[in-house]
């Protein structure tokens, strides 16, 4: 049905109830418009899994530059200060320094060489390199859980594994203090991505936390360039960007801050999200512990139907850049499209009983939680050994794990862009 069509399914996407469980309008939106116009927010929201990869193919009409859409949530936050909280933001902003896009808001050919000298980062021989620190970690936080019983899985392991993974290989001093900091401004800088309404205090430390991060980053990037060493701050600060014409030079400070930025926002609560979710499905399938427990391989397909069936990147933009169409659907030039990752993972047409986790499903890894095409998420190899390893060790460790019976059940954040469990209390036994 066409935007122009009189009839138009009166959906609000944006409703707490639809944030919290969206799946039952993706259902609606991929059977009655597959692309439905959400005149409030003047977006057409892609939900059927063969047209979200019709649009990341067709990257010459759908452009990833939707940096307008994120400046434009930014700007409505802004606009709910005070007269003295803008003045006093406007101080803080001058302390900035400006971000360039850098690879997941470019088109090719600027997106291809950021990300070519990125993905250096994220080689089979660097994740296999990393594979000692990540078991390090997930091992430290199983000791703290054992003998508790009873605790919060999100805090006592969903957010910290994933944010110390990613600060080892950033190469985060280790020390108390750069480590609180930088768990503290890591967390902040996600939160924004949340787009949930923020009271405009926090707004402004939010901002000053921003710059303080910057600083934080800037410092140790000009360390390395000094004395490199074996992370991944050294090997960027150390890479040379080939331009246009073929000329070798540095990246800027601000180019570093930006690939930095998307490791943070993009890797951090997404996988924390994730470890979440799979905990949350082990809990309401008691039977799945005993099928999985010492089997990598099964875990490895339980991870990838956690992510089809719970998607942490819910949905992200495409800008239309000529008068087009997708599925017959009618689009003009300057359109925003908002493709569903949730909505297309859940898609009957691609996936037998979408609405239920199967470790035996055959190409669970068809899931599109990770996207696909040119933007496919480059940080995936090191999600995936996390997530596996993860459970691998949580089940090697633990039985019994259910829902806290004191508490009630976990809801999401109701959030357009990030789905991810605040907190989930859970019981079990150590084995
Ligand atoms: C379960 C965890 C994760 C999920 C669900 C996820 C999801 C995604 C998605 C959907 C995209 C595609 C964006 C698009 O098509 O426009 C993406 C891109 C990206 N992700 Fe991830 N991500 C995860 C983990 C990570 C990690 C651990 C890192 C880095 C440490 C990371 C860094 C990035 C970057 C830099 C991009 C941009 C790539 C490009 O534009 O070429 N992600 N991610």
């Not at 990125?118 to 091992?139: C, M, N, P, Y």
């Not at 430290?140 to 994933?162: H, S, Y």
């Not at 082990?282 to 998607?311: H, M, S, W, Y």
């Not at 087009?324 to 990752?341: A, V």
Request: overall charge negative; hydrophobic content about 40%; aromatic content about 8%.
């Amino acid at each position: 049905m066409s935007q122009n069509q009189e009839v138009e399914l009166e959906i609000n996407l944006f409703s707490p109830e639809n944030m919290i469980d969206p799946y039952p309008v993706y259902k609606l939106l991929r059977d009655e418009e597959p692309v439905h116009y959400l005149r409030d927010m003047n977006l057409h929201v892609v939900t059927r899994y063969d047209l979200l990869r019709d649009v990341i193919k067709r990257t010459e009409e759908f452009s990833s530059k939707y940096d307008q859409f994120m400046g434009g949530a930014q700007m409505q936050m802004f606009n709910t200060l005070s007269d003295d909280q803008k003045a006093e933001a406007f101080k803080i902003a001058q302390g900035m320094i400006d971000i360039p896009p850098t690879m997941l808001t470019l088109d090719e050919p600027e997106h291809t060489r950021y990300r070519s000298l990125v993905s250096k980062l994220f080689t089979g021989g660097q994740v296999k390199k990393s594979e000692a620190d990540v078991r390090a970690v997930i091992e430290e936080n199983i000791t703290a859980m054992k003998g508790k019983g009873r605790l919060d899985f999100m805090e006592a392991f969903a957010f910290p594994v994933p944010l110390e993974i990613i600060s080892d290989r950033l190469g985060i001093p280790a020390d108390k203090q750069s480590r609180d900091f930088f768990y503290e401004a890591a967390t902040s800088a996600a939160a924004a991505l949340k787009m949930a309404p923020v009271p405009p205090e926090q707004i402004l430390i939010r901002m000053k936390t921003a710059v303080d991060l910057q600083k934080f980053l800037i410092r140790l990037v000009d360390e390395c360039r000094q004395k490199p060493k074996d992370d991944m701050i050294s090997i960027l600060a150390n890479s040379k960007l080939t331009e246009e014409e073929g000329r070798e030079r540095d990246l800027t400070h601000g180019e570093i801050l930006s690939v930095l930025n998307q490791f943070l926002v993009a890797g951090h609560e997404t996988t924390a999200s994730t470890f979440g979710w799979a905990m949350l499905v082990l809990c309401d399938n008691p039977d799945l512990e005993d099928q999985l427990r010492g089997d990598e391989k099964r875990i490895k397909t339980f991870v990838e139907e956690v992510l089809r069936f719970e998607a942490p990147v819910q949905g992200l933009p495409r800008v239309v850049t000529r008068d087009t169409d997708l599925g017959g659907y009618p689009l003009k030039k300057g359109d925003m499209l908002m493709l569903r990752y949730g909505a297309a993972n859940r898609d009957e047409r691609q996936f037998n009983e979408p609405d239920k986790i199967n470790i035996h499903r055959e190409k669970a890894g068809m899931q599109m939680a990770f996207g696909s095409g040119v933007h496919f998420c480059i940080g995936s190899p090191l999600a995936r050994q996390e997530l596996n390893i993860g459970f691998y060790e949580l089940l090697s460790n633990f039985k019994n794990f259910q829902l806290d019976p004191t508490v009630g059940r976990p809801v999401a954040d109701p959030s357009f862009i990030l789905r991810a469990l605040p907190e989930l209390r859970v019981t079990y036994q150590d084995i």
